[in-house]
């Protein structure tokens, strides 16, 4: 069975410039997770979907931050503009609801 | 903002030592999970503890959950060169959110 895919898995922009990340979760997972990874630390939620239904955006910066899931299956999390701040790994994970999330590879994101 | 904290930040060993890494965390939870990352990879769960468990095995890991001081901890026996990666402990805090701490970075020398 395959595990959580995410594209692309590395991309460099320069600042001021939009890039967008492509997440498909394990089949049958309801629920799907945007995470920010800085280097040295923990992942950092920015948004959770339930289905179709962003639950919790709470930590997803919202001036330059949008994310869908239209049909409850594959997810985009754009940023438009980019900072230099944004360079980071953007993890998608994806769970049955409770309990252990499978996480994808991740996509790392390099502003300049 | 990150729930919990590992502590240490870093740890070094030798094949065949057992390593314990500890994480505390600020509020009530359902469960703690503890998940590996291995260099520039997604992470991977280990294991996951609930709040009214004390104790659990996995093969060579063992966590152990103290809620009355909120802190659990995880021991790998007899590490592997293998195993070196960075762990990381998750609590889900009864909405479905997972809020991951800072990391432990083992490296396990041959």
């Known amino acids: 069975e395959a595990g959580v895919v995410q594209s692309p898995r590395y991309k460099i922009i320069e600042k001021k410039q939009p890039v967008a990340f492509w997440c498909n979760p394990i089949?049958?997972?309801?629920?799907l997770y945007w995470y920010l990874q800085n280097l040295g630390q923990g992942p950092e939620l920015l948004i959770r979907?339930?289905?179709?239904?962003?639950?919790?955006d709470s930590q997803l910066p919202k001036d330059r931050f949008s994310a869908e899931r239209l049909k409850g299956v594959d997810s985009t999390l754009k940023i438009q503009p980019a900072e230099l701040g944004d360079s980071a790994v953007y993890l998608c994970?994806?769970?049955?609801?409770?309990?252990?999330?499978?996480f994808g590879e991740g996509s790392r994101l390099t502003v300049l | 903002s990150q729930q919990g904290e590992e502590d240490p930040q870093a740890l070094s060993i030798q094949e065949g030592e057992n390593a314990t890494m500890n994480c505390s965390y600020k509020?009530?939870?359902?469960?703690l999970q503890w998940y590996r990352q291995n260099s520039g990879r997604g992470l991977v769960h280990l294991i996951l503890?609930?709040?009214?468990?004390r104790e659990k095995h996995s093969g060579r890991l063992r966590v152990t959950l103290d809620t009355s001081k909120k802190s659990s901890s995880l021991l790998i026996t007899a590490s592997r060169a293998a195993d070196t990666a960075s762990y990381f402990c998750?609590?889900?805090?009864?909405?479905?959110?997972?809020?991951f701490g800072t990391g432990t970075r083992l490296t396990v020398i041959p």
């Open positions: 994970a994806s769970s049955m609801g409770v309990g252990e999330l499978f």
């Open positions: 089949s049958g997972h309801n629920t």
């Open positions: 979907y339930e289905n179709e239904e962003a639950v919790d």
């Open positions: 509020t009530s939870i359902n469960n």
């Open positions: 503890i609930r709040s009214n468990e």
């Open positions: 998750a609590t889900e805090t009864g909405a479905n959110n997972l809020f």
